[in-house]
Structures are given as structure tokens and as C-alpha cells.
């Protein structure tokens, strides 16, 4: 593996370095403890130390709004649409680069989304240790996303004076190469890396009363569980949950026709599992009426269900569903309610 080391001194050049070279995004205080991926030009704008941002960088390779086709009738066109940017977008966690991972498997599965796939290709990703936890809701250590793990053209830790970097990519060697910023990395800096891995592996903490492997036994077992029940009759069905998360991939289709009554285009936008029209078919029926069905269906879709396909989770322990919602519903309470209940019937 190929590391080198910018110094801490150089970090606002190397940032405004990237920014003359390619548009840099990268997250940025946005006042109440909140942090929000946004373009920066220099360093000083930039947070190194962030509680998991709004919404996730996921907004960048699969848009909130998406125009897909414009069309026009009367000259009988149907045009589809394919809408990207080039960026770079640094400070990436490992939450969220498992995030990425996550949503590559699902748009390279069939029928691809090629719309993803090109956008995917042209977003260049440095990402950015977590030395400590984030806060008090972030689960990263439940599902072994503490730790990097790929997914990444560049990886930076943060070290006393200076930053160790991965380079993991040719992409990444040609920024290191391009910034004239970096030196090798010598024994010293490596020792030091180790010794930030070996804390972490003390200080993160499964914080559950499962272990990681057990998961989704666990939910083998918990489709019946009265814990749904106790979310049914807590949850608002907001759709803050789905919209903020890392992993969450489902989305609606909307055709606008133009006042003109001849043009128009089709979009898709985000959509969640956890708005009530969203299992409803033709006929008025719903296949997860209640908000308790809704919320388990929420987990299973962590927990179980693209364990069976992808062998993965899809919950990241970014901690954003707990921290935004507004019924105080906490993943790590719902496990051990679980866990519990599990236990009770034995």
C-alpha cells in the first residue's frame, strides 16, 4: 500500500490546490451542530472535525431530483436526459463511503441505472478518518464500518502535526501528483497510524447486546416482536429516517406536463418506505398499513434482506436516523428491545 503525508500547515493550500483543478466538495458548518456538503474554495471553510452532515454525500451520485426524459408531442420526440458534474469530494467517513459501497451494489445489479453508474465515474472520493466517535448516536462499530475499507481514491487520518494518506487509485496518485503537496511516508508516520487503529479498536464498541455476525440471525427471529408495535404507536411517519440515510435507494417517478399541454419531462425523486402511500397499489390496498409495519420493513431492509442478496448491511452506523428523528426512535434501543424480547420468550 502507498502512503504519503501532507502537514497540517499545507492543508489550505492542498484544499485550494483541488479547487483550481476540479469543483471541491466537502463539509462545512452550518451553525447548531449541524455540517452539510457543500462547494468550498479554501481550506478554512472546510470542517475536519463533523458529526455525520444532513444529508449524506449519496445526494451527489443519486440527486434528490433527477430529470430523466423530455418529450414533446406534437413532434413526436422523446429525448432521454443524462445530467452529471465533475467533482471532487473530500472528507468522506467511512459511514458514508460504505454508504456508496452499498448504493454501487444496488445500481450495478440489473437493469443497471446507468444514469448512476457514469455519474459514480466522474465524482473522484478522499475520504477522512474518525478518530473518536462522532456523537453519542453514531453506530459505526455495530456494523463494522469504524475502520476504512475501500471505496475511496485518497483516505486521510489525522496524525499530531500532519495527515497520513492511502493512496488508493490511479486517480488518487494523479491528485497527490498534480497538489505538489505530499511526501512519502517514513516509518514513523506509519507507527503513528497504527497506534490511532489500535485506539480505535479500544474505544469503539458493538454498543449492543448482539454481536455483529448475529444480526441477522436476530432478525430471523423478530418479524412477530412486539417491539413493532411499540414504534407503531411512537412513529410520526415523518420520512426523516429514509431521507437522511446513506443506503436508502428507492424512488418515485413523476411525468410534468407543461402548460403548454404538448412538453413536459419525467423525474424521479427520492421516496421512502416510511411514507404511507408508498406500499399502496391499485384498489386503495396497502401492504404495510401501519407505521409499526413500516418501521420493521425499515429495518429488515438494514438487517436481513440485502444480507441475503449483496452478504452485506445496508445500515452504515452513520447515526443519522436516531439523530434526526422526531419520535426519538434510537436503532441501538430498537436492537436491544429486540434482543430482549428475543430473549423474554425463551
Known amino acids: 500500500m502507498q502512503y504519503q503525508v501532507l502537514k497540517k500547515s499545507?492543508?489550505?493550500?492542498?484544499?485550494?490546490?483541488?479547487?483550481?483543478?476540479?469543483?471541491?466538495?466537502?463539509?462545512?458548518?452550518?451553525?447548531?451542530?449541524?455540517?452539510?456538503?457543500?462547494?468550498?474554495k479554501d481550506g478554512q471553510d472546510v470542517a475536519v472535525k463533523y458529526?455525520?452532515?444532513?444529508?449524506?454525500?449519496?445526494?451527489?451520485?443519486f440527486p434528490q431530483r433527477e430529470k430523466l426524459i423530455e418529450f414533446n408531442k406534437s413532434a413526436g420526440t422523446l429525448e432521454a436526459l443524462l445530467?452529471?458534474?465533475?467533482?471532487?469530494?473530500?472528507?468522506?467517513?467511512?459511514c458514508d463511503l460504505a454508504g456508496i459501497q452499498c448504493l454501487n451494489m444496488v445500481f450495478s445489479d440489473k437493469p443497471k441505472d446507468i444514469n448512476y453508474l457514469v455519474r459514480k465515474n466522474k465524482i473522484i472520493i478522499i475520504g477522512l478518518?474518525?478518530?473518536?466517535?462522532?456523537?453519542?448516536?453514531?453506530?459505526?462499530?455495530?456494523?463494522?464500518?469504524?475502520?476504512?475499507n475501500g471505496g475511496y481514491d485518497l483516505f486521510f487520518t489525522e496524525l499530531t502535526d500532519s495527515f497520513i494518506v492511502h493512496v488508493n487509485t490511479i486517480y488518487g496518485d494523479e491528485l497527490i501528483d498534480k497538489?505538489?503537496?505530499f511526501n512519502?511516508?517514513?516509518?514513523?508516520?506509519?507507527?503513528?497510524l497504527e497506534a490511532v487503529r489500535q485506539k480505535k479498536r479500544e474505544i469503539f464498541k458493538d454498543e449492543v447486546k448482539v454481536n455483529h455476525n448475529d444480526l441477522a440471525k436476530l432478525f430471523d427471529k423478530s418479524f412477530d416482536s412486539k417491539v413493532w408495535d411499540d414504534l407503531d404507536a411512537r412513529c410520526i411517519a415523518c420520512g426523516n429516517c429514509t431521507n437522511v440515510c446513506p443506503s436508502c435507494y428507492c424512488f418515485d417517478m413523476l411525468d410534468n406536463l407543461n402548460l403548454d399541454l404538448n412538453t413536459g419531462d419525467r423525474t424521479r425523486m427520492w421516496d421512502g418506505c416510511q411514507n404511507e402511500p408508498f406500499a399502496k397499489v391499485a384498489g386503495g390496498e396497502n401492504?404495510?398499513?401501519?407505521?409499526?409495519?413500516?418501521?420493521?420493513?425499515?429495518?429488515?431492509?438494514?438487517?436481513?434482506?440485502?444480507?441475503?442478496?449483496?452478504?452485506?448491511?445496508f445500515c452504515t452506523g452513520c447515526g443519522r436516523c436516531t439523530r434526526t428523528c422526531?419520535?426519538?426512535?434510537?436503532?441501538?434501543?430498537?436492537?436491544?428491545?429486540?434482543?430482549?424480547s428475543k430473549e423474554e420468550k425463551k
Open 10 to 40: 499545507s492543508f489550505n493550500d492542498f484544499i485550494a490546490s483541488l479547487a483550481r483543478i476540479e469543483k471541491v466538495v466537502a463539509p462545512v458548518a452550518r451553525g447548531y451542530n449541524t455540517f452539510s456538503f457543500q462547494e468550498v
Open 51 to 61: 458529526i455525520p452532515t444532513i444529508l449524506p454525500p449519496k445526494k451527489y451520485f
Open 83 to 94: 445530467e452529471y458534474e465533475k467533482m471532487v469530494i473530500f472528507g468522506v467517513h467511512t
Open 129 to 148: 478518518e474518525c478518530n473518536e466517535y462522532c456523537d453519542q448516536y453514531a453506530s459505526c462499530k455495530v456494523v463494522d464500518n469504524h475502520l476504512p
Open 179 to 181: 497538489t505538489r503537496l
Open 184 to 192: 512519502p511516508a517514513e516509518q514513523i508516520h506509519l507507527d503513528q
Open 287 to 313: 401492504f404495510r398499513k401501519t407505521r409499526g409495519a413500516r418501521q420493521r420493513h425499515r429495518y429488515f431492509r438494514k438487517f436481513k434482506y440485502p444480507v441475503e442478496r449483496y452478504s452485506r448491511y
Open 326 to 340: 422526531m419520535a426519538k426512535i434510537s436503532l441501538k434501543e430498537t436492537i436491544n428491545a429486540l434482543v430482549d
